[in-house]
């Protein structure tokens, strides 16, 4: 009889990816998924360490969960992610009922470390950091949807002042283009038409081609080569690390969107020094006016912190500027909050709480009235968009997505229409998404 598996994901898309690796690993070794935690045999919580208080949600997670192994003790509790990489043991050693501790980089260890744990009945823990072992681990199995994510970096070497993910993910390793081309066609013969390379530091990517060193470019004009693969987006990307290849590679590759997810943190030098982002406001400004002279229809999404040690109201303006300057279209914007083991930590928290929220409101605001006035500007325009599937609020309804990033929902019954380019004629302007029906 097939034990059960239920997987909880915490952060990023990177996490979503892992997540689903682990998914296919286990359901080799018997595993199905549960429908609900209660009915798991094996409970995951992959983490993620950006977000403020990360720690505290995983350990409430977990003691929401122990309730369920006092009912149920043969139940094992595997915490996974960046968190897990972090505080290692010290995770068992707060809740005894976790079973099992992995990192990002150990994960194709799961099978193995489940095992061992039902033999010796051991706590396991793996947070070491085997560079691109994984890969050489992971099925590669098309997921016949529409869009899938790929996984083609890890780890990441810019030690920014502010991040843990060089603490957590270790340093930065590509696979070969080989490597990842292969999977591209898996996904791709399976019925999917959308991927999307990921990556800490996407645009640095150093893969093997052939034997020498690659580029994300290089890539992109390879996949798009691909039978079938007919849309390619990337994230995240590095303002310091957008080579002129990758701005030329928007007028040769039709399939790469008219979106890009920039971060630019703040549009104020001397905080942008103290958070280590390796380029100045002027510098970015140019890189977008690169990328727009390139492809004019471009929208650029980013992500702002407000409140960094020694940020002044100047400091701060000189962000609204930028924004201003930019029009970003997407944006996710934080409070400034101290992450451990990071350079940042050490440094005076000075702007008080009161402050920050202020900023951000002021910040966000502006986001959301930009993001709203990108949205209206469609309304009337026909748009091309790869059909995902039924809208999650109205099943009488079906969603895409546009080229330039924006969801659009439309009345229709016609399932068949899910994974292909559909016309959509835009009718109504949301703050975050589009309505249209089908064009005739």
Request: charged letters at 30%; aromatic letters at 8%; one cysteine or more.
């Amino acid at each position: 009889m097939a034990k059960k598996l239920y997987i909880k994901t915490h952060g990023c898309q990177m996490n979503e990816y892992d997540s689903a690796k682990m998914m296919d690993l286990l359901k080799e070794e018997d595993f199905e998924l549960a429908e609900s935690e209660d009915q798991a045999d094996l409970l995951i919580l992959n983490t993620c360490s950006i977000r403020e208080k990360a720690q505290e949600k995983v350990f409430h997670q977990i003691g929401r969960w122990r309730k369920i192994k006092e009912e149920k003790p043969e139940l094992k509790i595997a915490i996974g992610g960046c968190v897990a990489s972090q505080e290692g043991e010290d995770i068992i050693k707060r809740a005894p009922a976790v079973d099992i501790v992995f990192g990002p980089q150990t994960l194709h260890r799961l099978p193995d470390l489940y095992k061992n744990k039902e033999k010796t009945n051991e706590n396991q823990i793996d947070i070491s950091f085997p560079k691109l072992e994984k890969f050489n681990y992971l099925p590669v199995s098309g997921t016949g949807k529409p869009s899938a994510f790929i996984s083609i970096a890890e780890g990441c070497n810019k030690y920014c002042s502010f991040c843990v993910v060089p603490k957590t993910r270790g340093h930065e390793v590509s696979r070969s283009v080989e490597d990842i081309l292969n999977e591209v066609s898996v996904l791709a013969d399976k019925g999917t038409k959308e991927i999307n390379f990921l990556g800490q530091n996407v645009n640095n990517f150093k893969g093997t081609y052939r034997g020498e060193k690659s580029s994300l470019a290089k890539l992109i004009e390879l996949s798009s080569k691909i039978q079938n693969i007919e849309r390619i987006r990337f994230t995240t990307s590095h303002p310091h690390e957008f080579k002129d290849d990758l701005v030329e590679v928007y007028d040769k590759v039709p399939e790469l969107v008219s979106h890009v997810h920039l971060p630019v943190q703040s549009g104020s030098d001397k905080i942008l020094k103290l958070m280590r982002r390796r380029y100045n406001a002027e510098e970015y400004l140019k890189l977008v006016e690169r990328i727009r002279a390139v492809r004019p229809d471009m929208s650029f999404s980013s992500d702002f912190i407000v409140g960094f040690p020694g940020e002044t109201k100047d400091d701060f303006q000189e962000t609204m500027n930028i924004i201003n300057e930019v029009q970003f279209d997407e944006s996710f914007s934080f409070i400034y909050s101290p992450r451990p083991n990071t350079t940042a930590s050490k440094m005076p928290d000075d702007v008080l709480l009161q402050e920050k929220k202020e900023r951000l409101d002021i910040l966000q605001s502006r986001l959301n009235q930009l993001s709203f006035g990108f949205s209206r500007k469609k309304v009337g325009t026909i748009q091309s968009c790869l059909i995902y599937g039924q809208s999650r609020r109205d099943p009488g309804q079906l969603q895409g997505r546009t080229i330039c990033n924006r969801i659009v929902n439309f009345q229709s019954n016609k399932i068949d229409l899910v994974g292909r380019m559909v016309n959509i004629h835009i009718q109504e302007a949301l703050p975050n998404s589009l309505r249209g029906s089908i064009e005739n």
